[in-house]
């Protein structure tokens, strides 16, 4: 048995409302987007801007505390203060910066204040110059600016922290 050939069927004549409906229709993947590819987009963008915004702000705010933490112009400004003079290369610096730090949270703001004189910095090289001292080393000044005890070398921060009270309470401190 022979198989017959079917006619072609007949197409419809496509007008222009016709072609226009077919389009409207069909939207190609390449032009355009669908509403829920659009929100999935702006979702992203949205917690992007929210992660890059939340990381600036960590930043600045980190580098405003490191200048204020380096500010040499507020010894003498009415609040006793503990200097470092500090070398960042030196290990021994970083640790009694760490054991002073430690020790600092059990004091106010406008109880006693730290500050760094960093030995890379012309400040700091003029501060331990105008002192006669060398790196790792805590100057303990009063809230005039006056110098009132030097401690050399490492301590821990318990006994940091009893100096620092002796030094605020009008004692000298060890």
């Known amino acids: 048995m022979k198989r017959q050939k079917r006619a072609p069927r007949p197409q419809k004549k496509k007008t222009a409302t016709t072609a226009a409906a077919t389009i409207a229709t069909k939207p190609t993947t390449e032009t355009s987007l669908t509403r829920r590819a659009m929100l999935g987009k702006l979702q992203t963008f949205g917690i992007a801007a929210a992660v890059i915004g939340g990381g600036g702000l960590l930043l600045t705010r980190s580098v405003n505390a490191r200048m204020y933490e380096h500010d040499l112009d507020r010894i003498g400004q009415g609040v006793p203060m503990v200097v470092q003079v500090h070398d960042p290369q030196c290990n021994v610096c970083v640790m009694l ?58 301590r821990d921060s318990g006994t940091l922290e009893s100096t620092f009270r002796a030094h605020i309470g009008g004692g000298t401190g060890s």
């Open 97 to 154: 910066q760490n054991q002073t730090r430690k020790a600092m949270r059990a004091f106010d703001e406008d109880e006693l204040q730290y500050v760094i004189a960093d030995l890379t910095k012309p400040e700091g090289r003029a501060l331990a110059i105008e002192h006669s001292v060398g790196k790792t080393t805590l100057l303990l000044f009063d809230g005039k600016g006056t110098r009132r005890s030097t401690l050399p070398g490492v």
